[in-house]
């Protein structure tokens, strides 16, 4: 059974740090790229970044370039997304996701306020 658990998120004011991490089973890690994925309060979802499977190749939406960092972590089928100077636009709820698959975490709240 896949299973993908977030943790990490929580309530942090502006400009704080925050990392998520998605610990992934029950399927190869590395043999897949991943996602993150957030849902802002009312909102559609939102593609944040990509990784591919060695970890060398990565991708940033424009809102979050030079702010997040993705990586992983393949001994520990681990998933992670740094996230640095928070905006209250980065309030979302946040998904690991792997590529090309049904297969989502149950997410993780970031609140960002003062």
């Known amino acids: 059974e896949v299973q993908l658990v977030e943790s990490g998120g929580g309530l942090v004011q502006p400009g704080g740090s925050l990392r998520l991490s998605c610990a992934a089973s029950?399927?190869?890690?590395?043999?897949?790229?991943m996602s993150w994925v957030r849902q802002a309060p009312g909102k559609g979802l939102e593609w944040v970044s990509d990784i591919s499977t060695n970890g060398g190749t990565t991708y940033y939406a424009e809102s979050v370039k030079g702010r997040f960092t993705i990586s992983r972590d393949g001994a520990k089928n681990t998933l992670y997304l740094q996230m640095n100077s928070l905006k209250s636009e980065d309030t979302a709820v946040y998904y690991c996701w792997v590529r090309g698959t049904t297969y989502w975490g149950q997410g993780t709240q970031v609140t960002v306020s003062s």
């Open positions: 029950g399927f190869t890690f590395d043999d897949y790229a």
